[in-house]
């Protein structure tokens, strides 16, 4: 089993839909949690950090569920500007390094 | 964004040559990694540094090795390349547990193919 798995999508929504994708890890120990986006042929850039409590930023939520260790993030009022792939990323504690999914492609559509 | 630049940008080379990857920040953060990013994988670590002359192994360290000299500079070298090291490399940096961040913020990527 992958330590962080996401589904791959690609997820097609119409713009202005609501969106929402999970990612699941394995360790049950880990703390810090991570969405980056990465466009087409480009880097990957931090989307938000999950704590424990999730958070909100504009249109984008994440939120922590520890008991089924997973975490989620949601999109609200979808923009076409939206259209990247999502990649979760998990704080080993035991050595502080990241582990990658593989990412969620999104794909808005007008 | 995050001053990291990375060079070469785009290489083609001939297996069995031995290859350097440059990667430069302006942040003056003291971690430093580089990953590779293969279709269908998540990103993988090959070596981190934690400062200058401090380096380690990551998950897919074998054919490869770092070196850093100065704070801004951390050089990936691939011995003898290989097919199977066709990839985009991506070099990233962080604050690190020194101040409790480890969000990452990486540089454009280089795109490598060994023919």
């Known amino acids: 089993r992958k330590e962080v798995e996401q589904d791959p999508g690609p997820f097609n929504v119409p713009e202005g839909a609501t969106v929402a994708f999970n990612c699941t890890y394995s360790?049950?120990?880990?703390?810090?949690f991570f969405w980056y986006r990465q466009d087409c042929r480009k880097e990957p850039k931090l989307l938000m950090s999950v704590y424990s409590s999730g958070n909100e930023d504009g249109r984008f939520t994440a939120q922590l569920n520890r008991a089924s260790q997973y975490i989620s993030l949601l999109i609200r009022d979808s923009k076409l500007s939206d259209s990247a792939t999502y990649l979760c990323v998990v704080l080993m504690d035991s050595n502080y390094q990241l582990i990658w999914g593989a990412g969620t492609k999104l794909i808005i559509k007008p | 964004d995050a001053g990291i630049t990375q060079s070469p940008r785009h290489k083609v080379t001939e297996t069995g040559t031995p290859v350097t990857l440059r990667c430069h920040q302006t942040e003056n953060h003291r971690y430093m990694y580089w990953y590779r990013q293969d279709p269908g994988h998540g990103l993988r670590l090959i070596h981190y540094s934690y400062g200058v002359k401090d380096t380690d192994k990551g998950e897919v360290s074998d054919g490869y090795s770092v070196s850093r000299s100065k704070t801004e500079d951390f050089l990936l070298t691939l011995e003898s390349a290989t097919s199977s090291q066709t990839s985009v490399y991506f070099c990233?940096?962080?604050?690190?547990?020194?101040?409790?961040?480890?969000?990452?913020?990486f540089g454009p990527g280089t795109r490598l193919t060994v023919t």
């Open positions: 990233a940096i962080s604050e690190g547990d020194s101040s409790g961040l480890y969000e990452q913020y």
């Open positions: 360790n049950s120990a880990s703390q810090s």
